[in-house]
């Protein structure tokens, strides 16, 4: 079974810094990946996501992701973050095939910016 | 434009109660899905439903049911409740095919969570 690994549950990290937040899964023939960021009391909204195509994968607020499918990651990076970048950051993989139960959530990284 | 509403926000109730929670969403989707959100534990499914009338069990589906008697609507009830049922709830939906015929692809529009408590 689909299985997705945040190695970082909290990452601390000061204004203005670089920040990289860690997704692993496990292999499948085809994926689409997804990353999901909550704000505090707010639902999960859909910060990018890759489904083919360039393996460099831009997003809302600065954010990117880079697919490597022979590493199997999908590591959220952004050059310099703010303070309105603290939240909760989820990763996520479809299994490319219409399977509705098939999206499968990490555990989530909780990401604190420090001015 | 609503997205996908879930009420009530917060609900406290005592074992054994029961209770119901209302999700709807205005994007004409065919697929929702109910989930819950524990500390550490990412988002567990709940259950799903591909369409009207259709439901199905998620990951952790006992203690719970769901109904879709509407395109828009996807109920989650509680019969009996337990303290190990306190948690976040999100109701999400997703396209079946999305713009210019991209079949699914499993990105989820989420509501903004129900926070159930009980004692």
């Known amino acids: 079974a689909q299985s997705v690994t945040q190695l970082d549950s909290q990452v601390p990290v000061f204004e203005e810094a670089p920040v990289e937040l860690r997704c692993n899964y496990s292999s499948s023939v085809s994926v689409y990946l997804f990353w999901y960021v909550q704000y505090p009391n707010q639902g999960l909204q859909l910060l990018l996501k890759?489904?083919?195509?360039?393996?460099l994968v831009k997003g809302i607020n600065g954010f990117e992701a880079e697919f490597n499918k022979s590493q199997t990651s999908f590591h959220l990076r952004k050059p310099s973050v703010h303070i309105s970048d603290t939240a909760e950051y989820f990763c996520?993989?479809?299994?490319?095939?219409?399977?509705?139960?098939?999206?499968?959530f990490g555990p989530g990284t909780s990401l604190s910016v420090i001015p | 434009n609503a997205g996908v509403t879930q009420t009530p926000k917060f609900r406290v109730l005592k074992t054994g109660q029961s209770m119901t929670l209302l999700c709807a969403q205005d994007?004409?989707?065919?697929?929702m899905y109910w989930y819950r959100q524990d500390p550490g534990m990412g988002l567990r499914l709940i259950h799903y439903?591909?369409?009207?009338?259709?439901?199905a069990k998620g990951e952790v589906p006992d203690g719970y049911n769901v109904s879709r008697l509407k395109k828009q609507n996807f109920l989650l009830g509680l019969e009996s409740a337990a303290p190990s049922q306190t948690s976040v709830y999100f109701c999400a939906s997703s396209f079946r095919t999305g713009l210019a015929g991209v079949r699914y692809t499993g990105e989820l529009f989420f509501g903004e969570g129900s926070r159930l408590t009980v004692l």
């Open positions: 439903s591909v369409g009207e009338g259709t439901t």
């Open positions: 994007m004409n989707h065919e697929y």
């Open positions: 996520a993989v479809s299994d490319g095939k219409t399977s509705y139960d098939k999206v499968i």
């Open positions: 890759y489904l083919s195509g360039s393996t």
